[in-house]
């Protein structure tokens, strides 16, 4: 029985060091059939310059893996697979092998060797899927990684997490293979190069991309990142998505070039995105070069708030738009506050479909945006050109005065009668985003309590410091705190000193919050925008007297983080309108002449992660969760 067991289970042993340049083997630390994590981590941290996972007749199984030092090269011998042991991973935020802080590193892949997880057991252990993380590898402030003909799969978020700090990388031959949330995420990279890689059937949780290019904050950036020479196939969101809106006028300009790559029966087939507020707005480029585009499910390809310093490019690409629903390329604005669409060039652009008469491509400027001169569309489909001249001409100038936003302040609010005890249900499904004020109007000697929470944007992240500040009706400090994103929880307990409006200024650092008082006379600022990510609650406001026709723009963020449900009720908590499934609702208000002042209700069912509401002409840009404690405004 002993030598059976031993023949079975090797158990891991400590060779302490190698000199410089050896390579080693990985079984000469140990082989452990049942659980491999601590050979590996030896070996891993062994002096050897060159650790090669060799083949023990076995699958290697480990937990999580870590890279601690600079100038290592791991090699995963020929048949080799590294699988993430079952039970190893149960929170969200664990990475199958981690880089931090290095320089210089090297995973090679040789015939028929897999780096794999268990993407049907985290489905499992997290039912709705939420966050997409459990990444096979997660890269953060490195400088030099190359990542040479691997095979990734099955992770339950990323393939491969490029995060922020991160500089000169290199994937090549390598294939991201039925990841939960992406093949791959960018979300920070200076000089990028992937080529000759597949990305195929990503599924599980948003945006379920093949890669996506998508900052988290205005100091990460995009720069000399090259696509090149690879597929994307039967993803369930877009092959290719670039989503540049927490980048502004403050980043480094973005260059990404994607070039003679293919991408087949995705969802979509490639989305850009840009910020969508104008006025300091991301610079930079998005080119491709000589790729085509075929079978997705919805859109082949859409580009939408690109204007104002950034530009689009696409040079000899063909998109096979047959059996589509709509045109191959859509130029399109997401909200109001849009650009208006240009800085276009596409060249050459090859179009096939099936549907007579369709146009190839199609502007869409929503809600009274514009389409500039700084357009230049050369198409042609089925081998004939086909003129965009007329379209352009027939585009409307901006309109944006048309559709009017609030210019209302916040002078003249009062505060609520009140009777009886009032229940203000805690609402952690908000989840705002970015800066913003949450106002409580109090007199001398009232106490208040304020709760907060801070959180990452989505489980894993790193914790950002996250800073709150409470000001008297003089701007004056009266408490200021800092905390860390990492779920902490703090309730804030004050008196007034004077009467008037305090501000409780939150701001997130890109991650989120969850802000919460019982105190009658509040409010969260809408100025110009209440942003939120995945919100699931009822915001209340207020429609003022003599306010009879006006909107509440309700909008996601692009094709992909988009609106579940939303829906307007009146004063008497009546249905008056509701959008579902779309990428922004403008919401109308239309009330008869003689109309008092009455609470309306946003009724939010649920959208896919970045939201924004914004007020419309007459409104105070106001919102509370409790319509018996929202600030009113003053009917003197």
Excluded at 69 to 92: C, H, M, Q, S, Y
Excluded at 546 to 556: A, E, I, L
């Amino acid at each position: 029985m002993k030598s059976l067991l031993a023949a079975i289970l090797v158990v891991c042993s400590a060779v302490s060091s190698y000199a410089a340049g050896a390579t080693v083997k990985a079984s000469q630390f140990g082989y452990d059939r049942q659980n491999a994590t601590k050979c590996l981590q030896a070996a891993f941290d062994s002096d050897a310059e060159t650790v090669i996972i060799d083949q023990v007749g076995a699958e290697w199984l480990a937990g999580g893996l870590y890279i601690k030092r600079d100038n290592l090269t791991i090699v995963f011998a020929e048949g080799v697979t590294l699988r993430a042991l079952p039970g190893a991973f149960p929170k969200r935020p664990d990475a199958f092998i981690a880089v931090t802080g290095r320089k210089n590193i090297t995973f090679i892949g040789q015939k028929d060797s897999q780096v794999t997880m268990n993407k049907e057991e985290y489905r499992q252990i997290d039912a709705r899927f939420q966050g997409g993380h459990r990444h096979a590898f997660r890269l953060m402030n490195n400088d030099g990684v190359t990542f040479r003909g691997m095979t990734i799969t099955s992770s339950g978020g990323d393939g491969i997490y490029v995060g922020h700090g991160c500089r000169n990388v290199l994937i090549e031959d390598t294939s991201c293979l039925n990841h939960a949330r992406q093949g791959i995420s960018v979300i920070s990279c200076e000089n990028l190069l992937i080529r000759n890689c597949h990305f195929d059937n990503t599924s599980g949780t948003p945006p379920e991309a093949g890669i996506d290019f998508e900052p988290n904050l205005n100091n990460e950036c995009l720069i000399h990142c090259v696509l090149e020479n690879s597929t994307f196939n039967g993803n369930a969101g877009s092959g290719f998505t670039a989503y540049l809106p927490n980048l502004d006028g403050s980043s480094r300009p973005v260059s990404i070039t994607v070039r003679n790559c293919e991408f087949n029966g995705n969802n979509s087939g490639a989305m850009v995105s840009n910020k969508r507020q104008a006025g300091n707005l991301l610079l930079g480029t998005i080119a491709f070069e000589n790729c085509r585009i075929a079978g997705s499910k919805t859109i082949n390809m859409r580009v939408a708030d690109v204007g104002e310093g950034f530009s689009f490019a696409m040079t000899d690409c063909t998109i096979d738009n047959t059996g589509q629903k709509q045109e191959a390329l859509t130029f399109t604005s997401s909200t109001i506050l849009s650009p208006d669409i240009g800085n276009i060039a596409v060249k050459n652009l090859r179009v096939i479909d099936d549907q007579p008469g369709r146009a190839p491509v199609r502007f869409q400027p929503l809600f009274g945006c514009g389409v500039n001169k700084d357009v230049q569309v050369d198409v042609t489909i089925n081998g004939e050109k086909y003129d965009v001249a007329p379209v352009l001409a027939m585009m409307p100038p901006s309109q944006r005065e048309k559709i009017e936003l609030t210019k209302e302040t916040l002078d003249g609010l009062v505060a609520p009668t009140v009777t009886g005890d009032v229940h203000n249900p805690k609402v952690p499904t908000l989840n705002l985003r970015g800066s913003y004020t949450l106002l409580l109007l109090a007199k001398k000697g009232d106490q208040f309590s304020i709760w907060v929470k801070a959180e990452p944007v989505v489980p894993g992240r790193k914790p950002a410091k996250t800073t709150f500040e409470l000001k008297d009706p003089k701007n004056k400090t009266v408490e200021s705190i800092t905390m860390m994103t990492d779920g902490s929880e703090k309730t804030i307990t004050a008196t007034a000193a004077q009467d008037g409006m305090y501000k409780f200024l939150i701001r997130t650092a890109g991650q989120r919050a969850s802000v919460w008082s019982d105190h009658p006379g509040q409010g969260l600022v809408a100025s110009p925008d209440l942003a939120m990510i995945s919100p699931r609650a009822k915001l209340y406001f207020e429609v003022p007297a003599g306010v009879v026709d006006t909107v509440v723009v309700f909008s996601g963020a692009n094709a992909v983080e988009r609106l579940k449900e939303v829906s307007l009720l009146d004063a008497a908590g009546r249905i008056v309108q509701t959008a579902k499934d779309t990428e922004a609702a403008l919401l109308r208000i239309k009330r008869p002449a003689d109309a008092k002042a009455e609470v309306w209700c946003l009724d939010i069912g649920g959208t896919v992660e970045d939201c924004h509401v914004l007020m419309g002409k007459g409104l105070k840009p106001v919102l509370a969760t409790s319509p018996d404690l929202l600030l009113r405004a003053s009917q003197k």
